[in-house]
C-alpha cells in the first residue's frame, strides 16, 4: 500500500525559525522587526541628544586665563572700595570743616 502524498510539516521552533516568519507567498514577514528597529532608533536617538549636550570641558589654558581674569577683576574690585573709603572719608572732613566755618561765622 501507497501512503497518501502530503506536504512534510515544518516542526515548530521554540525561539521562532525563519520558516515560520515566512507568508504565503514565501516572503520573510519582516513586520514584527518594526517595534525593535523603533526602539534601537529611539535609543540612539537619546544617545546622540546626551552626548551633544554634554558639556565640553575648556582647554587646560582658558581655563588658566579665566582663573587669572577673575583674580584681576576681585583685586580691582578690592582697589574700588578701597577709593570709596578714602572718598567717604574726605568728604566727611570737607563736611565737617564747612560746618565749623559755619558756626564759627
Known sequence: MRRPACRPQLKPDPL???????????????????PIVAI????????????????????AEVTARVEELERVVQSLQQELAETQERLD?????????????????
Open 40 to 59: 534601537i532608533a529611539f535609543a540612539a536617538i537619546k544617545i546622540v541628544r546626551i552626548a551633544v549636550n554634554r558639556p565640553v570641558s575648556p582647554p
Open 16 to 34: 521562532g525559525s525563519a520558516a515560520s516568519a515566512l507568508t504565503a507567498e514565501g516572503r520573510l514577514d519582516l513586520k514584527p522587526l518594526i
Open 89 to 105: 572719608f574726605a568728604e566727611r572732613l570737607l563736611g565737617k570743616a564747612r560746618e565749623e566755618r559755619r558756626i564759627g561765622s
